[in-house]
């Protein structure tokens, strides 16, 4: 019988961060990688890997919340997979998922583990409100982040774009990543 291939999983929530590390220095088959906030489960390459992975192979991810971002979510996919043959490996948590064994204390361990994730976000958002709320009760106007380019690097960035400078490029002269340039020349095109 095959052993079956190393599929790794791959997401990042921002354009910014290093979608490489987190399965650094792991032999793989094949990876898929998403750019996408974890609470949603309709995610291209998720579903790609969910649909490439095969009986005997093995779905590998940095850590649970990469996967799912609630319990729930957690179980029902760890499950499928198993169910189907496939066996889940989260690396973070030293957690292994096959359907050919009953592993009583790793299910516990990632319904618990799972759990205090999906706590410590709700933790964080309800900070984030009350964060917010005082801030308008105070007179302070919410705006959210500190926007990456000026209104003057904005102006200079469409310049540069219509004369056919590519937006990789002026990502890096400006430190941004490419989707902020995307974002800048947007929002320049609709106010002219």
Same mark, same amino acid.
Not at 9 to 31: C, H, I, P
Not at 41 to 69: C, F, G, N, V, W
């Given at each position: 019988?095959?052993?079956?291939?190393?599929?790794?999983?791959?997401?990042?929530?921002? /354009?910014?961060?290093?979608?490489?590390?987190? &399965? !650094? $220095?792991?032999?793989?088959? *094949?990876?898929?990688?998403?750019?996408?906030? $974890?609470?949603?489960?309709?995610?291209?390459?998720?579903?790609?890997?969910?649909?490439?992975?095969?009986?005997?192979?093995? &779905?590998?991810?940095? =850590?649970?919340?990469? +996967?799912?971002?609630?319990?729930?979510? &957690?179980?029902?996919?760890?499950? @499928? &997979?198993?169910?189907?043959?496939?066996?889940? @490996?989260? /690396?973070? @948590?030293? +957690?292994?998922?096959?359907?050919? =064994?009953?592993?009583?204390?790793?299910?516990?361990?990632?319904?618990?583990?799972?759990?205090? %994730?999906?706590? !410590?976000?709700?933790?964080?958002? @309800?900070?984030?409100?009350? #964060?917010?709320?005082?801030?308008? %009760?105070?007179?302070?106007?919410?705006?959210?982040?500190?926007?990456?380019?000026? *209104?003057?690097?904005?102006?200079?960035?469409?310049?540069?774009?219509?004369?056919?400078?590519?937006?990789?490029?002026?990502?890096? =002269?400006? #430190? /941004?990543?490419?989707?902020?340039?995307?974002?800048?020349? $947007?929002?320049?095109?609709?106010?002219?």
């Amino acid at each position: 019988m095959s052993k079956g291939q190393r599929i790794g999983y791959v997401r990042v929530s921002t /354009v910014d961060q290093n979608a490489e590390r987190q &399965l !650094e $220095g792991l032999a793989l088959d *094949k990876v898929f990688t998403d750019q996408a906030s $974890g609470k949603d489960t309709k995610r291209p390459q998720l579903q790609a890997a969910l649909d490439y992975a095969r009986e005997a192979d093995t &779905l590998i991810i940095h =850590s649970m919340d990469r +996967l799912a971002r609630n319990t729930e979510d &957690l179980l029902r996919m760890v499950r @499928e &997979l198993t169910s189907r043959g496939v066996a889940v @490996e989260f /690396v973070k @948590e030293r +957690l292994m998922f096959s359907g050919n =064994s009953d592993e009583p204390m790793a299910h516990l361990m990632m319904t618990m583990l799972g759990g205090f %994730a999906q706590f !410590e976000r709700a933790l964080i958002r @309800e900070r984030q409100r009350e #964060g917010i709320a005082l801030a308008k %009760a105070k007179g302070d106007v919410y705006k959210g982040r500190k926007p990456s380019l000026t *209104k003057a690097q904005i102006a200079e960035v469409q310049q540069r774009a219509s004369k056919g400078e590519s937006k990789a490029r002026l990502a890096a =002269s400006f #430190g /941004v990543a490419r989707q902020t340039i995307y974002n800048a020349l $947007g929002r320049h095109r609709s106010t002219l």
